[in-house]
């Protein structure tokens, strides 16, 4: 189950928080940095992302009340819910591999991440961010969902001549690069559609 990937990667973490990602989510948006910037500053607990779909009962659902605070979470709900799915994007503070160690498998002999969000629900340590209108979240999970993220990703890169996700373009605007770092990035990448895009970050 995905929470086991807690105990797999516990010395990498040695004792620290930790966020988890899902490999086939996608996130995109305006201001989605800083949702992520206040998730990972939160000292205690853990926090969920939460985005409305229409197909409710193929994901994790969380109630919310008025002002977006969690109520309770269940997988794949059969019957009328919040439509608030929890994405594969939560971040923990560093009880949670203990937490996870802890868990009991379900019925299908996995660690369950809705149990360990319970958990975490039941202490009053759960926060949530949600992800309104504006906010595009993609789960590539499936064939057709792949053709649908693909489809999208196709379509801002061109509009817009932007890639949505190159890691050393975010690392240099970031500063955490500096110009002669994505100069040899780039270099690296030559004769490649990618690495003509990293020169023209360079020469901006």
Same mark, same amino acid.
């Given at each position: 189950?995905?929470?086991e990937? #807690?105990?797999i990667a516990?010395s990498?973490?040695?004792? @620290?928080?930790?966020?988890l990602i #899902?490999?086939?989510?996608?996130?995109?948006g @305006?201001? #989605?940095a800083?949702?992520?910037?206040r998730?990972?500053?939160?000292k %205690?607990? +853990?926090t969920?992302?939460?985005? %409305?779909?229409?197909?409710?009962?193929?994901y994790?659902i969380?109630e919310?009340?008025?002002?977006?605070?969690a109520?309770?979470i269940? =997988?794949?709900?059969?019957?009328?819910?919040?439509?608030?799915?929890?994405?594969g994007?939560? $971040?923990y503070?560093e009880?949670?591999v203990?937490? +996870? !160690?802890n868990l009991v498998p379900?019925?299908?002999? =996995?660690?369950?991440?809705?149990?360990?969000?319970h958990?975490?629900?039941d !202490?009053g340590?759960?926060h949530?961010?949600?992800?309104h209108r504006? $906010?595009?979240?993609?789960?590539?999970?499936?064939?057709? !969902?792949l %053709? %649908?993220?693909?489809? $999208?990703v196709?379509t801002?890169?061109?509009?817009?001549?932007l #890639?949505i +996700?190159s890691?050393? =373009?975010?690392a240099? !605007?970031?500063?955490?690069i500096e110009?002669?770092d994505?100069?040899?990035?780039?270099?690296?990448?030559?004769?490649?559609?990618?690495?003509?895009y990293l020169?023209?970050?360079?020469?901006?």
């Amino acid at each position: 189950g995905i929470a086991e990937a #807690l105990l797999i990667a516990e010395s990498f973490l040695d004792g @620290h928080p930790s966020a988890l990602i #899902l490999g086939d989510n996608i996130f995109y948006g @305006h201001g #989605l940095a800083d949702i992520l910037r206040r998730a990972a500053a939160r000292k %205690h607990g +853990a926090t969920v992302v939460a985005y %409305h779909v229409k197909d409710a009962e193929s994901y994790g659902i969380i109630e919310l009340d008025s002002a977006y605070q969690a109520l309770s979470i269940s =997988e794949k709900p059969a019957g009328k819910s919040s439509g608030w799915a929890v994405t594969g994007l939560y $971040f923990y503070d560093e009880l949670a591999v203990e937490a +996870a !160690r802890n868990l009991v498998p379900s019925d299908r002999g =996995e660690l369950e991440i809705t149990d360990l969000n319970h958990g975490y629900l039941d !202490r009053g340590e759960l926060h949530v961010e949600v992800l309104h209108r504006g $906010f595009a979240w993609l789960d590539a999970g499936t064939a057709s !969902r792949l %053709h %649908h993220a693909s489809s $999208f990703v196709q379509t801002v890169q061109e509009r817009q001549g932007l #890639l949505i +996700a190159s890691p050393e =373009e975010v690392a240099y !605007r970031l500063g955490f690069i500096e110009r002669q770092d994505l100069e040899r990035l780039a270099l690296e990448a030559a004769n490649s559609d990618y690495g003509e895009y990293l020169r023209q970050v360079v020469a901006e």
